[in-house]
């Protein structure tokens, strides 16, 4: 596609439910990276895959998070037992490997 | 462990002004840095990338300079307009393929 495009935009869900969040990166890129923004805050790294595989998954908060990119495009968060602190805006983004980095637009998570 | 710091947090300058933006990096060994500019409930648009060989990078109105060995980035923005009013967040990338550190943002308001 022209963009990273994620979805959904937004979702609102209550306390213990399981989300899945999804990325499809710009065509042809081969990382792409998972963040979370709070409120007045930077990005904060969650996972970074290379192709198909995670090469680093040292950002995610707790074994409740994983993410998956099985066939080295699309990729999908999947937040199991949702917390209230685990809303926030959860950001994709896309490279080549080394290049500049391009974003979505986010996916706003609210847990009630 | 890479900390990315923006000075100033906040600005407000009436339309016309020039600006500079701050962005310090405590480890100099990075990759390259790149700028971007995010509008409330959106994701982050890049403005400009710097490799770590370079010293310099212009787009339009925009200069991003970066001095590796002081661990510092600046962004200046020339007679600035309205629609320039956005957060700006830097970004350092840590090596090929590895993740981006961003700072916490410099949020600009230009005044008509």
């Known amino acids: 596609g022209a963009g990273v495009s994620q979805t959904p935009s937004n979702k609102v869900t209550e306390k213990g439910k399981y989300v899945e969040l999804r990325c499809d990166p710009i065509?042809?890129?081969?990382?792409l990276y998972w963040y979370r923004q709070s409120l007045g805050q930077g990005p904060e790294f969650l996972i970074y895959f290379q192709g198909t595989g995670a090469a680093d998954d040292s950002g995610l908060p707790n074994d409740r998070f994983f993410a998956v990119r099985p066939e080295g495009s699309v990729s999908t968060l999947k937040i199991q037992r949702t917390e209230r602190g685990d809303s926030a805006v959860y950001l994709c983004?896309?490279?080549?490997?080394?290049?500049?980095?391009?974003f979505g637009e986010g996916s706003r998570l609210t847990v009630l | 462990k890479q900390e990315v710091t923006q000075i100033p947090a906040a600005l407000s300058v009436p339309e016309g002004e020039n600006l500079v933006l701050n962005c310090s990096f405590t480890?100099?060994?990075?990759?390259?840095l790149q700028w971007f500019r995010q509008d409330p409930g959106k994701g982050l648009t890049s403005l400009l990338l710097i490799q770590s060989s370079q010293r310099e990078q212009t787009s339009g109105r925009l200069n991003a300079s970066l001095d590796k060995s002081s661990g510092r980035s600046t962004l200046y923005i020339a007679a600035s307009q309205p629609g320039d009013s956005a957060t700006y967040l830097c970004a350092v990338g840590m090596g090929y393929g590895q993740n981006f550190v961003f700072g916490p943002g410099t949020r600009l308001s230009v005044l008509p």
């Open positions: 983004a896309s490279t080549l490997t080394g290049g500049e980095l391009f």
């Open positions: 065509s042809g890129h081969t990382a």
């Open positions: 480890d100099s060994a990075i990759y390259n």
